[in-house]
């Protein structure tokens, strides 16, 4: 069964998420020591990367043949996890010629993600925080829908274990991967 809606596209009347302060506390914090599972395979700790990483974390990833939860497009910053993926995807080779290694995550289980990574040719690994490990050292903005619960869109960049760069609310998610491209553009490593 398909869809009704273009997974790929965002709707022109999405409402636009503001800055709750939810955020606020990260600049500059250390990145909590939590082995996340790759999607391929790896278990990834964050804590213990060199260099620049950019961390794209996303309420989750819609499939063509799966309906959206209840209310999806009327929650603030909730809708766009699928083009947010694909312009990371597109700006890959650019923000690695900046310095930085890319990872999305999300709370969904490893599988989800592996299917959504080869589905849409993602040239880096998704993480997931299914247990909410990250999310809750961290103290990550989320929400509930449908009995899941969700991290709010929002972007990390990690230097030598430490929270260097936040962006929050991320709006429009489809352009966000050019955002971080500029910033990095702006204060070279």
Known sequence: MARGDNIHELPADLPVPVDDGACDHLAGAAVPSVRLESTAGRMIDLSALSGRTVVY?????????VELPTGWNAIPGARGCTPES?????????????GADVFGLSTQESDYQR???KRLHLPFELLSDAELGFARVLRLP???????????????VLRGGRIEK????????????????A?????PR
């Open 183 to 187: 910033w990095l553009t702006v204060n």
């Open 115 to 117: 299917e959504a990574a």
């Open 86 to 98: 694909c312009g990371f995807r597109d700006h890959f080779q650019e923000l690695q010629s900046l």
């Open 142 to 156: 989320t929400f509930h829908v449908d009995g899941m619960t969700l991290i709010k869109r929002l972007t990390l």
């Open 166 to 181: 936040v962006f929050y609310p991320v709006f429009p998610p489809d352009k966000h991967a050019e955002e971080v491209a």
């Open 57 to 65: 974390c996303y309420p989750r990833t819609g499939r063509p043949d």
